[in-house]
Structure formats: C-alpha cells, structure tokens
C-alpha cells in the first residue's frame, strides 16, 4: 500500500484565496482524520470522519474551514477564504481503529 | 489545551545511551500512544499501550504506563543518530467509540554521533 497520500505538498497562497488540500486514505480504513501543525498550538485535530460521515468537527477553527469526504477513498479540507494565520502543515491520517493513526506526509500552507 | 504533556522538551545524548521520555495527561483513556515525527515528515505510530497494560516492549522501545499517576515513559535503549526526531504521546479516551486521539507538544529527541 502507498500510505495515505497528499496533494499538494506545498502550497503558497495570497490572502483572501480559496485552498484545497486533498487526501487519499489508505485503502479498507474507515477513519480519517485532519490535523494542522504549527509550532505555537503543536498538533490540533481540525475534524475527522467514520465511514465519510463527519464525526466530531469541533476543532474546526471557524467557517472559513470546510472538510468533505464524499467517498472512501478522497476527501477535501478547504479554507475560503485564506488568511496568514492559515500558514501551517496539514495533515491527514486514516486508522481501522484497531492500531494506530497511518500520516500522510502533509501539506505546508503558506498563505501572504 | 492539549491533553498530553511531554517531558522534557528536549533531549540530547550521545549515540548509544538511552533515552527516556515522560508523557502525563489529565483525563480517563482507552489508551495512549506514541509517535514519532522526522523534520519535514508525517507522524509514524510506534507503540500503543492500552490502560490495562503496565508495560509494552517493540524493538528497543520500552512503554510503561501508570493510569494511577496519569503518566507514561518512552525507553529508547542503544540511540543511533536516526533515532533524532520528535517524539508525540498521544491518548484515546474512554468515551467508548471516541476515536480522537489528542497530542501532546512533543519531545524533541537529538542523538549526537
């Protein structure tokens, strides 16, 4: 299996732009999860989902951030519209809740 | 605030030594565990301990857990310099089907040749 996989790899954005990350899951996980890293707040869940079902998004940080999953295998984390503040590394992580989380290798957002 | 709390913050030894680190958190879990994380890289599982497990053993990896204090250690025995990384404990809940887990801020582990 390749892992969970990630797109982009970087990102630089203006302000005031709409950004969309991309996550493929491992295949035959049915947990997948967001996660945004910077080094003032270390690592926070945004939101995850249970059989592309949204299950807890309270991490989510406000309305700009939006998350989907409209099947097993893809799903979105979108901000619109982008501020500076969004600049972190996003991750996304799928488990079969047996073990633990697999990362994919994140997304480096930076937006001017 | 994140659930679980590393220590120390950082770490330097020599290649060949061991290295310990301490993870403590606040609430009731399911279990907790550990993750290690290259610069510029994902997070990679390592170990997961459950709250009726004591102690865990993978490799050079040694995992206790003491629910009674709310605290876990991380034992690397033999570091090599690829063991350089930051190292996560993070802990599931008891709230049964809660999947999350919650990180603490990281130990930031350096092995010098």
């Known amino acids: 299996d390749a892992g969970v996989i990630q797109s982009p790899r970087h990102e630089v954005t203006e302000m005031g732009q709409e950004v969309t990350l991309r996550c493929k899951p491992i295949?035959?996980?049915?947990?997948l999860f967001w996660y945004r890293q910077t080094m003032m707040r270390g690592l926070e869940l945004l939101i995850y989902?249970?059989?592309?079902?949204?299950?807890?998004d309270s991490g989510m940080p406000e309305d700009r951030f939006s998350a989907k999953m409209p099947n097993a295998s893809f799903s979105t984390l979108k901000i619109q519209p982008s501020e500076p503040r969004d600049s972190a590394v996003y991750f996304c992580?799928?488990?079969?809740?047996?073990?633990?989380?697999?990362f994919g290798p994140g997304t480096r957002l930076t937006v001017t | 605030s994140q659930q679980g709390e590393e220590d120390p913050q950082a770490l330097s030894i020599q290649e060949g030594e061991n290295a310990t680190m301490n993870c403590s958190y606040k609430t009731s879990i399911n279990n907790l565990q550990w993750y290690r994380q290259n610069s510029g890289r994902g997070l990679v599982h390592l170990i997961l301990i459950r709250s009726n497990e004591r102690e865990k053993h993978s490799g050079r990896l040694r995992v206790t857990l003491d629910t009674s204090k709310k605290s876990s250690s991380l034992l690397i025995t033999a570091s090599r310099a690829a063991d350089t990384a930051s190292y996560f404990c993070?802990?599931?809940?008891?709230?049964?089907?809660?999947?999350?887990?919650?990180f603490g801020q990281g130990t930031r582990l350096t092995i010098n040749p």
């Open positions: 992580a799928s488990s079969d809740r047996l073990v633990g989380q697999y």
């Open positions: 993070a802990t599931r809940s008891l709230i049964q089907g809660a999947q999350k887990l919650v």
């Open positions: 295949s035959g996980h049915d947990y």
């Open positions: 989902f249970n059989n592309n079902v949204p299950i807890d």
